[in-house]
């Protein structure tokens, strides 16, 4: 089946430092790779995608790049916020009929001011 | 637009009783969809709905859980006999279509707690 590898368990970096969170996937297929942050309280939501086809998506300050060679896809900030505090989830869909999310385990950012 | 909406936010069980969740999806969205959410497990999906029709429940215990989507205002999702192990936060999303553009929209989820 589907898994997506996400070792952060959490970070903690000072405002304007430069975040960078790693995923690494295994699927049978090409799939579309995605970035969720939930904020305490809340519920997952969208922050990024990425798709075979253009290899980068930027949202918010955040760039996301994936690497179809080596299966992964990253996450990174030049300058995080305090406001960026969060946990953020790497995940997978195949698309087509299967639209079902496959998560990683997530990273929690903590800023501190 | 409200959003997904959940209820209720908070439910506490005893061993044994049965537990029902609700779920309103995004008026207009055509999927609907419950993950389970625990620090050890962390978010997995259950099972999801198409135009309501079942698709997938492949991530369903086999036992004592099972969703239904009776219109396409509401799904529910029921555990019979609830036990400790099914204390998690329970997530219902909807996305506009099935097949892309993923973005599959959240509720606050429902945190269940079996004592």
């Known amino acids: 089946g589907d898994s997506v590898t996400q070792k952060q368990g959490q970070v903690t970096l000072s405002e304007d430092d430069f975040l960078f969170i790693n995923c690494t996937y295994s699927?049978?297929?090409?799939?579309?790779l995605l970035w969720y942050v939930q904020y305490l309280g809340q519920g997952p939501q969208l922050l990024l995608k990425?798709?075979?086809?253009?290899n980068k998506g930027i949202s918010r300050g955040f760039e996301a790049t994936y690497d179809k060679g080596t299966t992964s896809f990253h996450l990174q900030k030049a300058s995080v916020q305090e406001s960026d505090s969060a946990v953020y989830f790497c995940a997978l869909v195949r698309g087509g009929s299967n639209a079902k999310l496959t998560f990683g385990k997530g990273t929690k950012l903590s800023v501190k001011s | 637009n409200a959003g997904v909406i959940q209820t209720p936010r908070h439910k506490v069980t005893g061993k044994g009783q049965e537990a029902t969740l609700w779920c309103e999806p995004i008026s207009g969205h055509s999927a609907v969809f419950w993950y389970r959410q625990t620090i050890v497990q962390g978010l997995e999906f259950l099972t999801y709905?198409?135009?309501?029709?079942?698709?997938?429940d492949s991530g369903m215990p086999k036992e004592r859980f099972s969703a239904q989507m009776p219109n396409q205002s509401h799904s529910t999702l029921k555990i019979q006999s609830t036990q400790p192990q099914d204390s998690a936060v329970y997530l219902c999303?909807?996305?506009?279509?099935?097949?892309?553009?993923?973005?599959?929209?959240f509720g606050p989820g429902t945190r269940l707690t079996v004592l």
């Open positions: 699927t049978t297929t090409y799939p579309t």
């Open positions: 999303a909807s996305s506009l279509d099935w097949n892309g553009p993923y973005e599959q929209y």
């Open positions: 990425v798709t075979t086809a253009n």
């Open positions: 709905f198409r135009n309501q029709a079942p698709i997938d």
